[in-house]
């Protein structure tokens, strides 16, 4: 098999069918644009974790890092937490979702379906959170006061989820990779 055909039969899906790819319904503002980019990786998180079971889901990449596609989902379901409830929202006595020494939400990210479930339960619930507060507070640059980081705006908070889940996207290409050979796009 040509490598052409061999690299799109390891695709998610064909680029016409990618739900990634926004409407062309023109030129988006400043909002507009960074919720599009940050939707789009929240959604590919998703894909590169979809039809794996929970062992696979757990499965560490090089020893000794702890790093698993579901640690990439306990870990962005903390950091959605911390930015939009705790800096953005202002619940700065909230309790962190994974508790303990070193980084939990690698180090306790272990193949159980109860762990995986409820990984995947909260990280939908802060989207959801953050996408709401997005919906109330739709100025990117509304400052908020933060004590951890002082004077930010919203636009400061989303560039860096942006980055954040990029980041994260390239590592979930490679940890996808090793699981099943299925590669990113």
Not at 95 to 105: K, M, N, Q, S
Request: aromatic share 6%; with cysteine.
């Amino acid at each position: 098999m040509p490598l052409e055909s061999q690299q799109r039969r390891d695709l998610w899906v064909d680029h016409d069918d990618d739900p990634r790819v926004p409407e062309d319904d023109g030129p988006k503002d400043e909002l507009g644009t960074l919720l599009d980019y940050l939707g789009s990786y929240r959604l590919t998180i998703a894909m590169k974790c979809d039809g794996l079971d929970a062992e696979q889901l757990a499965r560490r990449s090089v020893p000794p890092s702890t790093l698993s596609l579901l640690g990439l989902v306990r870990h962005l379901a903390h950091v959605e937490q911390r930015w939009f409830k705790v800096t953005l929202d202002g619940q700065h006595d909230l309790a962190r979702l994974w508790p303990g020494e070193g980084d939990p939400a690698f180090d306790d990210a272990v193949g159980e379906d109860e762990v995986v479930e409820q990984a995947f339960r909260l990280w939908r619930e802060e989207i959801a959170f953050a996408e709401a507060w997005v919906r109330q507070h739709p100025d990117p640059g509304l400052v908020v006061s933060s004590p951890r980081h002082g004077n930010l705006n919203l636009r400061d908070v989303l560039v860096h989820l942006v980055e954040e889940y990029a980041r994260h996207s390239g590592h979930a290409d490679l940890l996808r990779e090793c699981i099943d050979g299925r590669t990113g796009q």
